[in-house]
């Protein structure tokens, strides 16, 4: 259903969560280059978190309002147990994953909006 939203535009999925100092650095370091992506390349950004809590996830969203691109903001319930943690093998976060306007993967653990004209790049050339 998520993807479906977003049918027709790339997506950049970050897995995060309101713990993960490297997560929040990435969302506000990287803020820019994903705004500027999301536009130009018809791309849109989900953000999924891995929080057990409900609340500090909604607290956090807050507190990085605006920095976001998008308002694509989810909470992965039972994230170490659930069937999209297991389907992309993930074990560390930030994690990014980019898919394709039909939803294939373009890249497993890409690189973060961050590292600036390498991510720009990526989804320009695809």
Not at 19 to 45: L, Q, R, V
């Amino acid at each position: 259903q998520v993807l479906e939203k977003e049918k027709g535009n790339k997506k950049v999925i970050d897995v995060w969560a309101s713990w993960c100092g490297p997560c929040i650095n990435e969302i506000t370091k990287g803020s820019d280059t994903a705004k500027k992506t999301a536009s130009e390349t018809n791309t849109s950004f989900i953000y999924f978190s891995t929080d057990p809590k409900k609340e500090t996830w909604l607290k956090t969203i807050e507190k990085l309002k605006g920095q976001f691109a998008g308002n694509n903001n989810y909470l992965l319930l039972d994230a170490k147990n659930s069937r999209f943690q297991k389907f992309f093998h993930i074990e560390w976060i930030p994690y990014m994953i980019i898919l394709g306007e039909d939803n294939k993967i373009l890249y497993d653990d890409a690189p973060r909006p961050s590292s600036g004209e390498e991510f720009i790049k990526i989804l320009k050339d695809k």
